[in-house]
C-alpha cells in the first residue's frame, strides 16, 4: 500500500537530522517589508523578541527535547539567502509593482544571517529571547515559531507506525478538503494562506496551499504569506506590516504625546516606502477605538484596514461606521479577516458583509494545523496551541500590545498599565484565545 509522501517522509527520516527551516525566504512577506522600512529609518534601534506560550498548562519543555530545539535553531543561523532568491526578490512583481525592494537593501539583505538567540528552561516552559538590533531579531519571529510547533508534531508522531501515520494524514486530507468544498460555495470569495506560524510542518503547509491553490483555482486562492512558497508554486507573495511597528516606535518614544501619535507615525513611515494595495491599516495594537477616535483624516484614504483581533462582524461594523463617519464609502474600501479563522466563521462574516465591503480573508492556524479528530490514538499533542513571538523590549523600554482582546496583550503587567492609562481601556472585551 503506497503512503503519502508526507507520512513517507515522516517515516524515512531521522526527526534530528531533518531540517524544519529550508530557506530564509520559509517566512511571512511582511517580515521583508517590514524589514526593508526598519533597515532604512530605524537600523539603529535595538529590539529584543520573546517567546510566550498562551497555553501555560502545555509544558513545552516537557514535549520538546531541547537538544533538537537547539539544532533547529543553529541550523537556521547558517542559512543565508540563494542566489536564486535574491533574483526572484529583485526581478519579480509584488502587489502589482516591480522592484519593491531597492538595490541597496537587497545587497545588505544578500549577506543576512540571524543572529544568536538565549535559550533557557523554566518551569516546564523555554523563555526563548532573541535580543539585538531590530534590524536583525525581527527576522526570528517566524522561523522560531515555525521550529516550536513542528518539533511538537514531530513528537507527537513518533511513536507511530507507517500505517498509523497514513491514518492521519489521509484523515486530515479529507477533513481540508471538505472545508474547501464548503469555500467554493462562495462566489467571488478572495482567501490566501496565512498558516506559517503556526503550521504542523512545512511540508503539511506546502500540500495545504496546493491544494487550495486546486480546488479554489486562483480568482479565489489569491496567494500565500509564505514567501519560499509563493515562489516555489507560482503564487502571489501577500502580506503587509504587524503589530511589532507600534510596538517598537511606541516603546522609543521620548514623552506620552509621541506615544500616542506613534502608532500614525508608522503609517506616514509605510507610506513612504509602499503605496496602492499596501495602504491595509492594523488599529488594534493599543485598541481599535483609541487608534479610530485619534486617527488623522488622511488614515480613511487608506485602501483598508485589518481587523485582528476582535470578533470579525464586530470589528468590521466599527470600521465601517468610521468610514461612514469620515463620509468615504465603504464599497470602496477593504476589510482583510485574519484572527483564528474556522469555515464558519469565514462563512458568517462573508454573508454578513457580502455588497457593502471588499473583503479578503487570511486562513491561518486552522488551515495549516487542524489534526483534531485525524489521530487513530489520542494524542493532545497534535491539537495547535497559541504562542506567538513579540517584541518584548526595544531600546531598554518595554513593549507592549494590549490588543482588543485582553487575553492577548503581552508585556510586563506594570507596563501594560501604564499603557491602559494613556491609550485607554474602550472597545477591549475578553475573548478565548485557542490558536
Known sequence: MPRTDIARRVYNHA????????????????KLLMLQMIWGLYPKVNATFSLINRKTSVRLADEIDEGELRAQLDHARQLRFSKKEMIWLAGNSFYGSRQIFSPAFLRWLADFRLPEYQLEKRDGQYELTFPGPWVETTMWEIPALAIINELRS??????????????????????????????????????????????????????????????????????????LLAMDTDLEALGTNAHELPMVLTAIAPNAAAMLRAPYQVLEDWKSYYGGNLLIVLPDTFGTASFLKDAPDWVADWTGFRPDSAPPI??????????????????DKLLIF??????????????????????????????????????????????????????????????VKLSD?????????????RYLKLFGSAGRVAQRVTV
Open 338 to 399: 485574519s484572527d483564528g479563522l474556522e469555515v464558519d466563521m469565514i462563512e458568517r462574516a462573508y454573508q454578513h458583509f457580502h455588497g457593502r465591503v471588499r473583503m479578503a480573508f487570511g486562513w491561518g492556524t486552522n488551515l495549516t494545523n487542524d489534526f483534531a479528530g485525524c489521530s487513530p490514538l489520542p494524542n493532545p499533542q497534535l491539537d495547535p496551541i497559541s504562542i506567538v513571538c513579540k517584541v518584548s523590549s526595544a531600546d531598554g523600554h518595554a513593549a
Open 314 to 331: 464586530e470589528g468590521g461594523e466599527r470600521i465601517i461606521a468610521w468610514w461612514q463617519e469620515k463620509g468615504r464609502d465603504p464599497r
Open 15 to 30: 526527526w534530528k537530522l531533518d531540517p524544519i527551516v529550508r530557506s530564509l525566504l520559509d517566512t511571512d512577506f511582511y
Open 154 to 227: 514531530r513528537a507527537a508522531l513518533k511513536a507511530y507506525g507507517p500505517f498509523a501515520l497514513d491514518v492521519v494524514y489521509a484523515r486530515a486530507k479529507a477533513k481540508m478538503w471538505e472545508k474547501v468544498e464548503r469555500l467554493k460555495k462562495l462566489p467571488d470569495l478572495r482567501i490566501s494562506d496565512f498558516g506559517t506560524r503556526r503550521r504542523h510542518s512545512f511540508l503539511w503547509q506546502r500540500w495545504c496551499v496546493e491544494a487550495l491553490k486546486e480546488g479554489l483555482g486562483t480568482e479565489n486562492f489569491t496567494g500565500t504569506s509564505n514567501v
Open 405 to 417: 482582546n485582553p487575553v492577548k496583550a503581552t508585556g510586563e503587567p506594570e507596563a501594560i498599565e
